[in-house]
Protein backbone atom coordinates (compact mmCIF):
# COMPACT_ATOMS: atom_id res chain seq x y z
CA UNK A 1 0.00 0.00 0.00
CA UNK A 2 1.08 3.41 -0.70
CA UNK A 3 2.89 4.91 2.46
CA UNK A 4 1.09 8.43 2.13
CA UNK A 5 -2.29 6.51 2.87
CA UNK A 6 -0.85 4.39 5.62
CA UNK A 7 0.30 7.06 7.77
CA UNK A 8 -3.10 9.04 7.54
CA UNK A 9 -5.17 8.96 10.41
CA UNK A 10 -7.58 7.55 8.27
CA UNK A 11 -7.00 5.36 5.53
CA UNK A 12 -9.49 6.21 3.46
CA UNK A 13 -9.02 8.10 -0.12
CA UNK A 14 -11.55 10.54 -1.66
CA UNK A 15 -15.07 10.14 -0.34
CA UNK A 16 -16.07 10.14 3.42
CA UNK A 17 -17.97 7.25 3.20
CA UNK A 18 -15.61 4.73 3.67
CA UNK A 19 -13.54 6.81 6.67
CA UNK A 20 -12.91 4.89 9.97
CA UNK A 21 -13.33 8.41 11.81
CA UNK A 22 -12.06 8.77 15.33
CA UNK A 23 -12.38 10.78 18.18
CA UNK A 24 -9.59 13.61 16.80
CA UNK A 25 -10.77 13.76 13.37
CA UNK A 26 -14.59 14.24 14.41
CA UNK A 27 -13.51 17.20 16.99
CA UNK A 28 -11.16 19.09 13.83
CA UNK A 29 -14.64 19.23 11.85
CA UNK A 30 -16.11 20.98 14.37
CA UNK A 31 -13.18 23.13 15.21
CA UNK A 32 -12.44 23.99 11.52
CA UNK A 33 -16.37 25.64 11.07
CA UNK A 34 -15.82 27.37 14.51
CA UNK A 35 -12.84 28.77 12.69
CA UNK A 36 -13.99 29.87 9.08
CA UNK A 37 -15.27 33.91 9.16
CA UNK A 38 -15.91 35.83 6.38
CA UNK A 39 -12.88 37.27 4.54
CA UNK A 40 -12.06 39.79 1.97
CA UNK A 41 -8.30 39.21 0.98
CA UNK A 42 -6.04 35.96 0.13
CA UNK A 43 -6.31 33.32 -2.52
CA UNK A 44 -9.72 31.74 -3.25
CA UNK A 45 -12.19 30.85 -5.53
CA UNK A 46 -16.33 30.31 -6.09
CA UNK A 47 -16.29 27.20 -8.49
CA UNK A 48 -18.84 27.50 -10.97
CA UNK A 49 -21.31 25.04 -12.86
CA UNK A 50 -19.40 25.50 -15.90
CA UNK A 51 -15.80 24.52 -14.53
CA UNK A 52 -15.92 20.88 -14.40
CA UNK A 53 -12.99 19.03 -11.75
CA UNK A 54 -12.41 17.26 -9.14
CA UNK A 55 -14.32 20.23 -6.64
CA UNK A 56 -17.37 20.24 -8.87
CA UNK A 57 -17.43 16.52 -8.61
CA UNK A 58 -17.03 17.15 -4.98
CA UNK A 59 -20.35 19.55 -4.98
CA UNK A 60 -22.23 16.96 -6.86
CA UNK A 61 -21.07 14.31 -4.43
CA UNK A 62 -22.28 16.20 -1.10
CA UNK A 63 -25.62 17.28 -2.93
CA UNK A 64 -26.35 14.06 -4.11
CA UNK A 65 -24.87 11.21 -1.69
CA UNK A 66 -22.96 13.17 1.17
CA UNK A 67 -25.93 14.83 2.20
CA UNK A 68 -28.88 12.49 1.70
CA UNK A 69 -27.15 9.20 3.54
CA UNK A 70 -25.30 11.54 6.04
CA UNK A 71 -26.78 15.25 7.04
CA UNK A 72 -24.96 15.04 10.25
CA UNK A 73 -21.62 16.03 8.09
CA UNK A 74 -23.84 19.07 7.15
CA UNK A 75 -24.38 20.87 10.35
CA UNK A 76 -26.60 24.16 9.59
CA UNK A 77 -26.76 23.57 6.34
CA UNK A 78 -30.31 23.99 4.62
CA UNK A 79 -30.24 21.82 0.90
CA UNK A 80 -33.10 24.05 -0.04
CA UNK A 81 -31.24 27.46 0.41
CA UNK A 82 -27.84 26.35 0.30
CA UNK A 83 -25.97 27.69 -2.89
CA UNK A 84 -23.36 26.38 -4.46
CA UNK A 85 -20.43 28.09 -2.33
CA UNK A 86 -22.27 26.95 0.86
CA UNK A 87 -21.87 22.89 -0.87
CA UNK A 88 -18.69 24.12 -1.65
CA UNK A 89 -17.22 24.77 1.86
CA UNK A 90 -18.17 21.81 2.87
CA UNK A 91 -16.23 19.92 0.44
CA UNK A 92 -13.34 22.00 1.58
CA UNK A 93 -13.72 22.08 4.81
CA UNK A 94 -12.73 18.01 4.65
CA UNK A 95 -9.86 15.98 6.06
CA UNK A 96 -8.68 15.30 2.42
CA UNK A 97 -10.63 18.75 0.37
CA UNK A 98 -10.75 18.80 -3.73
CA UNK A 99 -12.14 22.28 -3.60
CA UNK A 100 -10.22 25.94 -3.19
CA UNK A 101 -11.87 27.97 -0.07
CA UNK A 102 -14.60 29.55 -1.29
CA UNK A 103 -14.00 33.36 -0.94
CA UNK A 104 -16.50 34.06 2.02
CA UNK A 105 -14.50 31.72 4.18
CA UNK A 106 -11.33 32.01 5.29
CA UNK A 107 -8.80 29.89 7.35
CA UNK A 108 -7.18 30.94 11.18
CA UNK A 109 -3.80 31.23 10.70
CA UNK A 110 -2.47 32.22 13.90
CA UNK A 111 0.00 29.68 14.35
CA UNK A 112 2.14 31.13 11.30
CA UNK A 113 3.63 33.82 13.61
CA UNK A 114 7.13 32.36 14.26
CA UNK A 115 7.85 32.64 17.81
CA UNK A 116 10.81 33.44 19.32
CA UNK A 117 13.75 30.69 19.98
CA UNK A 118 14.30 30.13 23.55
CA UNK A 119 17.91 28.97 24.77
CA UNK A 120 17.41 25.78 26.62
CA UNK A 121 19.93 24.15 29.52
CA UNK A 122 22.49 22.35 30.18
CA UNK A 123 20.63 19.41 32.58
CA UNK A 124 22.03 19.56 36.47
CA UNK A 125 24.81 17.27 37.46
CA UNK A 126 23.45 14.00 39.65
CA UNK A 127 25.22 12.80 42.77
CA UNK A 128 24.02 9.34 42.19
CA UNK A 129 24.47 7.17 39.12
CA UNK A 130 20.63 6.82 37.15
CA UNK A 131 19.34 5.18 34.51
CA UNK A 132 15.72 6.19 32.17
CA UNK A 133 14.29 3.96 30.28
CA UNK A 134 12.04 5.50 27.46
CA UNK A 135 9.54 4.29 25.09
CA UNK A 136 7.78 6.42 22.44
CA UNK A 137 5.00 4.44 20.19
CA UNK A 138 2.20 4.97 17.76
CA UNK A 139 -0.70 2.80 18.45
CA UNK A 140 -2.61 3.16 15.23
CA UNK A 141 -5.94 3.12 17.65
CA UNK A 142 -8.60 3.54 15.40
CA UNK A 143 -7.33 0.12 13.98
CA UNK A 144 -5.32 -1.82 16.27
CA UNK A 145 -7.24 -0.94 19.35
CA UNK A 146 -10.79 -0.24 17.61
CA UNK A 147 -11.10 -3.53 15.24
CA UNK A 148 -8.48 -5.71 16.41
CA UNK A 149 -8.39 -5.00 20.27
CA UNK A 150 -5.70 -3.71 20.85
CA UNK A 151 -3.40 -6.93 22.55
CA UNK A 152 -0.50 -6.92 20.51
CA UNK A 153 0.33 -3.80 21.72
CA UNK A 154 -0.01 -3.58 25.02
CA UNK A 155 1.97 -7.17 24.89
CA UNK A 156 4.49 -5.35 23.48
CA UNK A 157 5.21 -2.56 26.09
CA UNK A 158 4.98 -5.80 28.78
CA UNK A 159 7.87 -7.70 27.49
CA UNK A 160 10.01 -5.01 26.21
CA UNK A 161 10.09 -3.66 30.17
CA UNK A 162 11.22 -6.35 31.17
CA UNK A 163 12.98 -7.12 33.17
CA UNK A 164 14.01 -3.18 33.40
CA UNK A 165 11.04 -0.85 33.80
CA UNK A 166 10.29 1.86 31.33
CA UNK A 167 10.69 5.44 33.44
CA UNK A 168 8.42 6.78 31.18
CA UNK A 169 6.23 6.49 27.81
CA UNK A 170 4.77 8.67 25.09
CA UNK A 171 2.40 7.57 23.46
CA UNK A 172 0.45 8.84 20.22
CA UNK A 173 -2.73 7.87 18.51
CA UNK A 174 -3.88 6.56 22.50
CA UNK A 175 -7.51 7.38 23.27
CA UNK A 176 -7.69 5.65 26.65
CA UNK A 177 -4.58 4.19 28.57
CA UNK A 178 -6.44 1.76 30.62
CA UNK A 179 -7.34 -0.21 27.16
CA UNK A 180 -3.52 -0.01 27.19
CA UNK A 181 -2.19 -1.04 30.05
CA UNK A 182 -4.78 -2.67 32.29
CA UNK A 183 -5.10 -5.90 30.23
CA UNK A 184 -1.41 -6.61 31.36
CA UNK A 185 -1.40 -6.18 34.81
CA UNK A 186 0.58 -2.63 34.15
CA UNK A 187 -2.19 0.07 35.60
CA UNK A 188 -1.05 0.13 39.20
CA UNK A 189 2.96 0.27 37.53
CA UNK A 190 2.15 3.52 35.90
CA UNK A 191 0.20 6.71 35.94
CA UNK A 192 -1.28 7.35 32.67
CA UNK A 193 -2.51 10.75 31.28
CA UNK A 194 -4.26 10.54 27.99
CA UNK A 195 -5.56 14.15 26.08
CA UNK A 196 -8.05 15.29 23.95
CA UNK A 197 -5.04 15.18 20.89
CA UNK A 198 -5.30 11.24 21.17
CA UNK A 199 -1.91 11.21 22.86
CA UNK A 200 -1.28 9.50 26.28
CA UNK A 201 1.74 9.66 28.75
CA UNK A 202 2.85 7.73 31.82
CA UNK A 203 5.51 7.57 34.22
CA UNK A 204 6.68 5.01 36.87
CA UNK A 205 4.85 5.31 39.92
CA UNK A 206 7.52 3.74 42.20
CA UNK A 207 10.54 5.87 40.32
CA UNK A 208 8.82 9.27 39.96
CA UNK A 209 6.93 11.94 41.53
CA UNK A 210 4.51 14.02 39.83
CA UNK A 211 5.43 17.92 39.94
CA UNK A 212 3.25 19.09 37.23
CA UNK A 213 2.00 18.23 34.05
CA UNK A 214 0.10 19.86 31.06
CA UNK A 215 -0.43 20.52 27.23
CA UNK A 216 -0.25 23.25 24.59
CA UNK A 217 -1.36 23.27 21.19
CA UNK A 218 1.59 23.56 18.62
CA UNK A 219 0.64 23.44 15.38
CA UNK A 220 -2.09 22.52 13.11
CA UNK A 221 -2.46 20.33 9.90
CA UNK A 222 -2.18 21.57 6.24
CA UNK A 223 -5.64 21.96 5.10
CA UNK A 224 -4.91 19.03 2.58
CA UNK A 225 -4.97 16.64 5.31
CA UNK A 226 -6.74 18.41 7.80
CA UNK A 227 -8.11 16.41 11.08
CA UNK A 228 -6.97 19.18 13.71
CA UNK A 229 -4.73 21.19 15.79
CA UNK A 230 -1.42 19.16 17.41
CA UNK A 231 -0.27 19.56 20.90
CA UNK A 232 2.58 19.18 22.96
CA UNK A 233 1.63 16.81 26.32
CA UNK A 234 4.25 17.43 28.86
CA UNK A 235 4.99 16.70 32.61
CA UNK A 236 7.83 17.38 35.32
CA UNK A 237 8.96 14.77 37.77
CA UNK A 238 11.10 14.46 40.27
CA UNK A 239 13.23 10.98 40.98
CA UNK A 240 12.49 9.49 44.40
CA UNK A 241 15.94 8.11 44.59
CA UNK A 242 18.47 10.79 43.37
CA UNK A 243 15.78 14.06 43.48
CA UNK A 244 16.74 14.99 39.89
CA UNK A 245 13.85 16.40 37.85
CA UNK A 246 12.49 15.30 34.30
CA UNK A 247 10.91 17.54 31.71
CA UNK A 248 8.73 14.86 29.74
CA UNK A 249 7.35 16.38 26.08
CA UNK A 250 5.30 13.88 23.99
CA UNK A 251 4.14 14.89 20.45
CA UNK A 252 2.14 13.99 17.79
CA UNK A 253 3.16 15.80 15.21
CA UNK A 254 1.00 17.42 12.18
CA UNK A 255 0.21 16.16 8.48
CA UNK A 256 0.97 16.42 5.92
CA UNK A 257 4.22 14.13 6.25
CA UNK A 258 7.50 16.49 6.31
CA UNK A 259 5.57 19.50 6.16
CA UNK A 260 5.01 20.96 10.02
CA UNK A 261 1.74 21.48 9.10
CA UNK A 262 0.25 24.97 8.01
CA UNK A 263 3.06 27.08 9.29
CA UNK A 264 5.75 24.73 8.31
CA UNK A 265 8.05 22.54 10.28
CA UNK A 266 10.18 25.60 11.64
CA UNK A 267 7.06 26.75 13.51
CA UNK A 268 6.54 23.72 15.00
CA UNK A 269 10.12 23.02 16.19
CA UNK A 270 10.20 26.47 17.88
CA UNK A 271 6.62 25.86 19.50
CA UNK A 272 8.05 22.66 21.34
CA UNK A 273 11.24 24.40 22.47
CA UNK A 274 9.04 27.03 23.57
CA UNK A 275 6.84 24.74 25.74
CA UNK A 276 9.75 23.33 27.29
CA UNK A 277 11.07 26.50 27.92
CA UNK A 278 8.33 28.07 29.67
CA UNK A 279 7.07 24.76 31.46
CA UNK A 280 10.60 22.84 32.29
CA UNK A 281 13.31 24.70 34.74
CA UNK A 282 17.17 24.79 34.50
CA UNK A 283 18.56 21.81 35.22
CA UNK A 284 15.75 19.73 34.33
CA UNK A 285 16.75 17.03 31.99
CA UNK A 286 14.86 17.19 28.71
CA UNK A 287 13.26 14.10 26.91
CA UNK A 288 10.87 14.83 23.59
CA UNK A 289 9.12 12.19 22.20
CA UNK A 290 6.57 11.20 19.34
CA UNK A 291 5.56 10.13 15.88
CA UNK A 292 6.03 13.75 14.82
CA UNK A 293 4.70 12.89 11.12
CA UNK A 294 8.19 14.45 10.31
CA UNK A 295 11.76 12.73 9.43
CA UNK A 296 14.65 14.71 8.55
CA UNK A 297 13.66 15.96 5.42
CA UNK A 298 11.55 18.03 7.41
CA UNK A 299 12.10 21.64 8.88
CA UNK A 300 10.81 20.60 12.03
CA UNK A 301 13.45 17.71 12.95
CA UNK A 302 16.40 19.85 11.12
CA UNK A 303 15.35 23.10 13.22
CA UNK A 304 15.69 20.86 16.12
CA UNK A 305 18.93 19.78 15.93
CA UNK A 306 20.72 23.00 16.81
CA UNK A 307 18.92 22.53 20.08
CA UNK A 308 18.90 19.04 21.43
CA UNK A 309 20.72 15.88 20.30
CA UNK A 310 18.46 13.63 18.47
CA UNK A 311 19.06 10.15 20.45
CA UNK A 312 16.54 8.02 18.40
CA UNK A 313 14.58 7.55 15.65
CA UNK A 314 12.27 4.31 13.76
CA UNK A 315 12.79 3.19 9.79
CA UNK A 316 8.93 3.71 9.93
CA UNK A 317 8.15 6.29 7.12
CA UNK A 318 11.70 7.32 6.91
CA UNK A 319 11.88 7.53 10.54
CA UNK A 320 9.03 9.84 12.21
CA UNK A 321 8.90 8.63 15.29
CA UNK A 322 11.71 10.29 16.78
CA UNK A 323 13.47 11.15 20.39
CA UNK A 324 15.36 14.27 20.94
CA UNK A 325 17.08 15.12 24.57
CA UNK A 326 19.56 17.92 26.14
CA UNK A 327 21.77 14.93 27.28
CA UNK A 328 24.44 14.30 24.83
CA UNK A 329 24.89 11.16 22.32
CA UNK A 330 27.10 9.85 25.29
CA UNK A 331 25.00 9.58 28.06
CA UNK A 332 22.91 7.22 25.58
CA UNK A 333 23.45 3.85 26.78
CA UNK A 334 20.93 1.97 24.75
CA UNK A 335 18.46 2.67 21.67
CA UNK A 336 16.09 -0.32 20.09
CA UNK A 337 13.70 -0.59 17.48
CA UNK A 338 10.92 -3.27 19.01
CA UNK A 339 8.91 -3.90 15.88
CA UNK A 340 5.45 -2.48 15.24
CA UNK A 341 3.45 -5.25 17.62
CA UNK A 342 0.41 -4.72 15.37
CA UNK A 343 0.41 -1.06 14.52
CA UNK A 344 1.70 0.52 11.45
CA UNK A 345 4.41 2.12 13.10
CA UNK A 346 7.35 0.90 15.38
CA UNK A 347 8.02 1.09 19.23
CA UNK A 348 11.07 2.67 19.67
CA UNK A 349 13.11 2.79 23.32
CA UNK A 350 15.98 4.41 24.81
CA UNK A 351 17.93 4.10 28.01
CA UNK A 352 19.36 7.36 29.04
CA UNK A 353 22.23 6.55 31.94
CA UNK A 354 24.29 9.54 33.59
CA UNK A 355 27.42 8.60 36.25
CA UNK A 356 27.03 10.54 39.20
CA UNK A 357 29.29 13.50 39.13
CA UNK A 358 28.61 14.32 35.67
CA UNK A 359 28.31 17.49 34.48
CA UNK A 360 26.96 17.43 30.43
CA UNK A 361 27.03 20.02 27.94
CA UNK A 362 24.85 19.29 25.33
CA UNK A 363 25.62 22.49 22.89
CA UNK A 364 28.83 21.17 22.68
CA UNK A 365 27.95 17.14 22.29
CA UNK A 366 25.98 17.51 19.58
CA UNK A 367 26.49 14.74 17.25
CA UNK A 368 25.64 14.66 13.52
CA UNK A 369 22.31 12.76 13.26
CA UNK A 370 23.34 10.16 11.23
CA UNK A 371 20.71 7.34 11.55
CA UNK A 372 17.78 9.87 10.58
CA UNK A 373 19.64 10.56 7.58
CA UNK A 374 19.82 7.18 6.63
CA UNK A 375 16.08 6.20 7.70
CA UNK A 376 15.58 8.85 5.04
CA UNK A 377 17.63 7.28 2.43
CA UNK A 378 15.04 4.72 2.79
CA UNK A 379 11.90 6.77 2.49
CA UNK A 380 9.25 5.04 0.36
CA UNK A 381 7.13 7.55 -1.91
CA UNK A 382 6.23 10.93 -0.58
CA UNK A 383 7.69 10.04 2.83
CA UNK A 384 10.56 11.52 1.11
CA UNK A 385 10.14 14.44 0.35
CA UNK A 386 10.60 17.95 1.74
CA UNK A 387 7.39 19.85 2.08
CA UNK A 388 7.18 23.88 2.53
CA UNK A 389 3.96 25.34 3.19
CA UNK A 390 3.28 28.80 2.40
CA UNK A 391 6.28 29.03 0.49
CA UNK A 392 6.50 29.99 -3.57
CA UNK A 393 9.56 29.03 -5.08
CA UNK A 394 11.38 31.25 -7.62
CA UNK A 395 13.89 29.56 -10.12
CA UNK A 396 16.63 31.52 -12.47
CA UNK A 397 15.11 31.67 -16.12
CA UNK A 398 15.45 28.68 -18.11
CA UNK A 399 15.27 24.77 -17.66
CA UNK A 400 13.17 21.70 -17.82
CA UNK A 401 9.81 22.43 -16.68
CA UNK A 402 6.53 20.30 -16.77
CA UNK A 403 2.78 20.96 -15.15
CA UNK A 404 0.35 18.28 -13.80
CA UNK A 405 -3.67 19.30 -13.38
CA UNK A 406 -6.03 18.33 -11.17
CA UNK A 407 -3.37 17.17 -8.36
CA UNK A 408 -5.47 18.33 -4.92
CA UNK A 409 -2.52 17.28 -2.47
CA UNK A 410 1.36 18.47 -2.25
CA UNK A 411 2.20 15.13 -1.44
CA UNK A 412 0.81 13.68 -4.84
CA UNK A 413 2.63 16.96 -6.46
CA UNK A 414 5.61 15.49 -5.09
CA UNK A 415 5.24 11.95 -6.19
CA UNK A 416 4.54 13.15 -9.47
CA UNK A 417 7.92 14.87 -9.84
CA UNK A 418 9.83 11.83 -8.27
CA UNK A 419 8.72 10.36 -11.59
CA UNK A 420 10.53 12.57 -13.79
CA UNK A 421 14.43 12.23 -13.65
CA UNK A 422 14.86 15.79 -14.69
CA UNK A 423 12.48 16.86 -11.44
CA UNK A 424 14.49 19.04 -9.11
CA UNK A 425 11.70 20.73 -7.18
CA UNK A 426 8.19 21.56 -6.90
CA UNK A 427 5.43 24.18 -6.40
CA UNK A 428 1.39 22.67 -5.99
CA UNK A 429 -1.38 25.46 -5.88
CA UNK A 430 -4.42 24.77 -4.94
CA UNK A 431 -6.11 26.90 -7.01
CA UNK A 432 -4.46 27.77 -10.13
CA UNK A 433 -6.93 30.78 -12.33
CA UNK A 434 -5.45 30.18 -15.57
CA UNK A 435 -6.72 26.51 -15.81
CA UNK A 436 -9.04 27.29 -13.18
CA UNK A 437 -7.48 23.85 -10.82
CA UNK A 438 -4.99 22.99 -8.86
CA UNK A 439 -1.19 22.65 -10.43
CA UNK A 440 1.42 21.25 -10.01
CA UNK A 441 4.61 22.80 -11.20
CA UNK A 442 7.68 20.73 -11.78
CA UNK A 443 10.86 22.15 -12.08
CA UNK A 444 14.19 20.71 -13.46
CA UNK A 445 16.71 23.54 -12.01
CA UNK A 446 17.27 24.24 -8.00
CA UNK A 447 15.19 26.78 -6.44
CA UNK A 448 16.86 30.45 -6.00
CA UNK A 449 14.80 31.61 -3.27
CA UNK A 450 11.57 32.14 -2.21
CA UNK A 451 8.66 34.21 -2.87
CA UNK A 452 5.91 34.90 0.34
CA UNK A 453 3.18 32.30 -0.27
CA UNK A 454 -0.24 31.56 1.62
CA UNK A 455 -1.97 28.72 2.79
CA UNK A 456 -3.03 27.21 -0.48
CA UNK A 457 0.20 26.65 -1.69
CA UNK A 458 3.30 25.01 -0.85
CA UNK A 459 6.90 24.00 -2.38
CA UNK A 460 9.16 21.22 -1.87
CA UNK A 461 12.07 18.72 -3.19
CA UNK A 462 11.86 15.34 -4.12
CA UNK A 463 13.42 12.84 -2.20
CA UNK A 464 17.22 12.85 -4.22
CA UNK A 465 17.08 16.87 -3.49
CA UNK A 466 15.68 16.88 0.20
CA UNK A 467 18.54 14.44 0.78
CA UNK A 468 21.09 16.26 -0.24
CA UNK A 469 19.87 19.01 1.72
CA UNK A 470 19.45 17.18 4.87
CA UNK A 471 23.00 16.12 4.68
CA UNK A 472 24.24 19.69 4.10
CA UNK A 473 21.94 20.83 7.21
CA UNK A 474 23.07 17.66 9.68
CA UNK A 475 26.51 19.30 9.35
CA UNK A 476 25.92 22.98 9.60
CA UNK A 477 25.41 23.59 13.56
Known amino acids: ADAAALDDECDAEGGRGDCAVNALQLRARGGARAAAEVDSEGACHDVKDDEPGPCLNAINWAKNVGYPQHP ?29 RPCNKKWDDQWCKLPTVPKLWEPAPVTTPVRIKILSYNLFWWNLFSIRGGFSAGALIKSSGEPELYDVMGLQECEDPAKVFGPHGLAG ?21 LIDHGEREVAMDMRTEYYGRRSAQWMRLQHKKTGLFLFFVNHHG ?92 HAISAVLALPAGSTVNAAASLAEPVLSVDSLKNAGGADGCMIEPGEMYTYAPGGWT ?12 CNACQGHAECKAWTWEE ?26 VASGLPKGAAVYETLKASKSF
Open 254 to 345: PLSVNSGGACGGQNTAHNLLQTMHENGKPGDIIVLVGDFNANAASKTVQALWPHLTQIYNSVSFGGVDNMFSNVPRAGVAETLDLGSGGSDH
Open 72 to 100: EWYEGLTPATATNGDWQYFSWNTSHPTCP
Open 431 to 456: WNTGIKGPLCTMRGVAPSGTAPGNGT
Open 189 to 209: VYTAFNTSKATCMAYRNDAWK
Open 402 to 413: SFAHNIVDPRAC
